[in-house]
């Protein structure tokens, strides 16, 4: 996969979508406000759903009003170039999205009250859905094949670098109040607890028909469907929708349909020298 991109701190970074001034700007400068709620991820982990969640849950299950503008205009990436201005203008509470690795993360944040929701995912699953969706980036050269972009990710040399630096960044926050862990494959299998869970967390209190709604405008088909939520609206210069969707399949384990068995174990064998020295264990690890 080649991209034209420069390093900020030792993280790859796309030219265009992300300047040496944003990020500094993203690290130093941008002010966190204290009722901010953060959507944190490593690419391809659940982003837009966790984002669609949110907002529901933000106008108590009421789609006409979570879902009024594009999901990137809800809850932008601050770190981009083209939110730079935008950001500045929201309304609070702000449901930001950002994918910014945590040595990176906005210095203000850590003096802040803000939350945080973390979502991962198996990373072979990762790979897959960034496999794909490097074809319909427009400013992309998509990746010759698989085992070529499986290279790239392993060495950090995709969309926001390492995801093993990611996770292991990121995790160093998991016992704080503000921070809600969870993954892609939780979300799978109970969409309703988590939803309860993350009222909980944000301190929002809604009644049992208004979590259902929140439930039932974020399922995957609800979402496929609704044109502020699936990207369809995305500019043709970073999205080419005649080569694919956002809104792929939405399962969990369609790295079995892609990779194959000496891959499977290479990268077995890969993430154990990359998770050897770190101190917490995932599902994943089991499921390979
Ligand atoms: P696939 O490519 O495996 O289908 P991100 O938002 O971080 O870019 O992640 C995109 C992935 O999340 C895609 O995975 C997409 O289909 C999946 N996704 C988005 N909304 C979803 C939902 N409501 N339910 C299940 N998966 C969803």
Redesign the pocket.
Known sequence: MSFDHFYYKGVRFAKGMYTEESLNHAENEFEVFDDDIYIV?Y???????MI?IVNLIKHKGDVTKSAVLASQLRSPWYEAVRFHEYIYKMDPPRIITSHLPHHIFAKSYFKSKAKIIYTMRNPR?VI??MF??TKILSFFTPPENFQSFMEDFIQGKTLYGSWFDHIKGWMQMKDDKRFFLITYEEL?QDHRGIVVGLCKFLGQELDDAQIDSVVKH???RS?KENPMSNWSQMPPDIIDQSKGC??????SG?WKNHFTVAQSEYFDKIYQEKMKDFNMSFFWEQSS
């Open positions: 991820t690419p391809k982990s659940g982003t837009n759903w669609e699953d897959v859905s794909h969706f799978l974020s399922t995957f979402m956002l809104m792929r399949k939405g399962i369609d």
